[in-house]
């Protein structure tokens, strides 16, 4: 099988995980003075997150909504602090295709929708030097 080609175009984001968007603003809004883009409830991921542009990327706050959750227990265990980065990918399938081809751990081995109604997928942490990474196609909008 001939392995389509993929591409890397930039980190789309930086995700946060914090108990509270509302207090954290306090120090991502007020202190550092980046603007808050918007805050969207994204309810199959359990999370409400809010958007920070910053240059060419952006900050992502992510609040759990229920405490159940992966990113909930995560935070249970380790805290709050940096939870994931984010690629924006120009084809998730072909990138998804090639990642499987080299054997990597995926936790999604098909793309689901993010954040702005973008499809998503994520690499796990073991095979990716113990960053969660997110994979986000530029393209598509649902
Ligand atoms: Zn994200």
Redesign the pocket.
């Known amino acids: 099988m001939e392995i389509p080609s993929m591409a890397i175009l930039r980190v ?2 930086i ?1 946060v995980v914090v108990p509270e968007i509302d207090t954290a603003l306090a120090f991502w809004q007020k202190a550092l003075g980046l603007p808050l883009e918007h805050v969207e409830e994204i309810a199959v991921q359990e999370t409400v ?1 809010a958007m920070m542009p910053v240059g060419e990327t952006e900050v ?1 706050l ?1 609040q759990p909504t229920t405490e159940t959750s992966g990113i909930a227990k995560y935070m249970a265990k380790r805290g709050p602090g940096l ?2 980065i ?1 690629f924006e990918v120009d084809d998730i399938e072909a990138t998804l295709a090639q990642l499987k081809e080299q054997n990597i751990q995926l936790i999604n081995e098909e793309p689901v929708v ?2 702005g109604g973008k499809r ?1 997928a994520f690499v796990h942490p073991k095979s990716s030097s113990g960053v969660l990474i ?1 994979l ?1 196609e530029s393209q598509t909008v649902l």
């Open positions: 789309d984001h995700a997150v992502e992510v939870h994931h984010c993010g954040a998503v997110e986000s």
